[in-house]
């Protein structure tokens, strides 16, 4: 059953999905759980999808075969693809994928079968590790962007408003090894980030502004963009890399 406390619209779109996979394979399923921005005030109807994470007792690539048809079908209501998952997966990566599971952690909600989340303990080494890794690979998607770019301002808009969003589970990683709580709302994170690391977030805040509200701007004030949003990155790595085991 759908929990009450989920937001109606993500009830209206959620719950036909998850009835016809339950129709068809509950004997096999151990837990459905929403995660994501869809359980925050960040969400918008219009734009955002509902990610979930489908944990089955055994994985069954039938389940795939009964799933994928139902890709476009689902798609169209913001309804994402489920992550697929088994409770011995989810044990044996915490150690390889700690801040994907540290963000599911933080925002999940399991409407059917067992919790496996909430108690989930995740390795401050394996954490740090893994967030300087993903700094050092977005600062190469950066410089390879903006080359690709061609000094297109609308190929160099995009490219910051679509990475933005992934940032905001890196910087919750961030502020946990750093010794903060990681706040859930993304304004929230960006504050938070900016006073446990000293980086200003401004230019994360004007990306922000830029994906919810699209204004033209000059390639001038894209490329200051672009000079303030690698600085900050690079100096995130280094506070990153600088912490000790």
Not at 56 to 68: G, Q, V, Y
Not at 105 to 114: M, N, P, V
Not at 166 to 185: A, H, S
């Amino acid at each position: 059953m759908i929990d009450p406390n989920l937001k109606d619209v993500v009830v209206e779109k959620f719950k036909p999905f998850q009835d016809e996979i339950l129709s068809s394979y509950q004997d096999k399923i151990h837990s459905i759980t929403i995660v994501g921005s869809a359980l925050t005030d960040d969400f918008d109807p219009k734009k955002s999808d509902i990610n979930s994470v489908f944990v089955l007792t055994n994985m069954d690539l039938k389940f795939l075969e009964l799933l994928a048809p139902l890709g476009k079908k689902y798609g169209k209501k913001s309804v994402a693809a489920p992550l697929i998952m088994t409770s011995e997966y989810i044990k044996n990566s915490l150690d390889v994928f700690p801040l994907e599971f540290l963000n599911i952690k933080l925002l999940h909600k399991t409407i059917y079968g067992e919790d496996l989340f909430q108690g989930l303990e995740i390795n401050r080494s394996d954490l740090r590790l893994q967030c300087e890794r993903e700094l050092k690979v977005r600062m190469i998607g950066l410089r390879q962007g903006y080359l690709s770019s061609s000094g297109d301002s609308k190929v160099l808009t995009n490219m910051f408003i679509d990475s933005f969003s992934g940032y905001i589970p890196l910087f919750r990683g961030i502020i946990l090894i750093l010794g903060k709580v990681p706040p859930l709302r993304n304004d929230d994170v960006l504050k938070i980030l900016e006073e446990v690391s000293g980086v200003n977030a401004s230019v994360f805040r004007l990306v922000s502004k830029q994906k919810k509200h699209k204004t033209k701007l000059t390639l001038e004030q894209l490329n200051t963009i672009f000079e303030d949003y690698y600085a900050a990155i690079e100096k995130l790595g280094d506070i990153t890399d600088d912490i000790k085991e």
